[in-house]
């Protein structure tokens, strides 16, 4: 019933815009500037890309 080994080890790649990246900017920039708040910008920002990294690196999640 589940999914063997193999049809799991399908390779993604992970393609981030630039788009995604300018609304990555506005989100902390609003955080820190906005509601003067830098240190949770900051906070917010490495979480962002934490969690990309980790798609990136474990693409199989189901």
């Not at 193999?6 to 393609?15: D, F, M, P």
């Not at 990246?21 to 890309?49: R, S, W």
């Amino acid at each position: 019933m589940g999914k063997t080994e193999k049809e799991h080890s399908k390779a993604y790649s992970l393609r981030i815009t630039q788009n995604a990246l300018q609304n990555i900017k506005e989100i902390t920039g609003y955080i820190a500037y906005i509601n003067h708040q830098p240190n949770n910008a900051i906070k917010v920002g490495d979480k962002i890309f934490k969690t990309i990294d980790r798609i990136h690196m474990n693409p199989c999640i189901s």
